[in-house]
């Protein structure tokens, strides 16, 4: 029997041990395994990150943001700031679910469904519409389903974006379009 050169045999203990201090990062943190938090209902406390309003005051959609090792949303007043939370560097990256309301079925100038969240990474969002948000300016519309944000596109206009693909230039526009006309 031909025993192996003791550098080899070192060699394969370090790579065996290696390859279990690998499995055991992958399974045994729990933050990666837990699920990510529940949506929260808009209650009277609920007030937005940057413009310190109540929401349950404003018409249109809502947004909330979960951080790592917080049990709160950061709330939103539109989605445009759910955006811009998550690009501007100054705001914690530690995000572990975001959430928004689900515009489907809502009609102009009333709210969304207090439970209809969804997530927001998951979501169709018409951009640049003719409609109005919660705080007097055009806003992007979340839906959960594709065939809903064509609606309300054809509807309003504007144009469908997934999450990650709403410009930045959209996010910061200042400019409010003309309103769409009271149906």
Known sequence: MNPLPAWRRHARRLAGAMLLAT????????????APPAPQIVTAEAVGHYCG????????PKGQIFLTGRDTPV????IKQVFAYTVLPEEP????????????????????DPAAWIDARRAYYVIE?????????????????LAQAEAFAQIHGGR?????????????S????????AS
């Open 53 to 60: 309003m109540a929401l349950n005051e404003h018409t249109g």
């Open 23 to 34: 499995l055991a990062a992958c399974g045994g943190d729990e933050r990666h395994a837990a």
């Open 93 to 112: 990256k530690t995000i572990s679910a975001i959430y928004v309301n689900d515009m489907a079925g809502a009609e102009r100038g009333q709210q969304p």
């Open 174 to 181: 200042q400019a409010s379009p003309t309103p769409a006309p």
């Open 129 to 145: 519409s003719r409609y109005i948000g919660g705080m007097g300016a055009e806003d992007a519309m979340p839906f959960a389903q």
């Open 75 to 78: 709330w939103f007043s539109t």
């Open 160 to 172: 469908i974006a997934a999450f990650n693909e709403v410009p930045e230039s959209y996010i910061f």
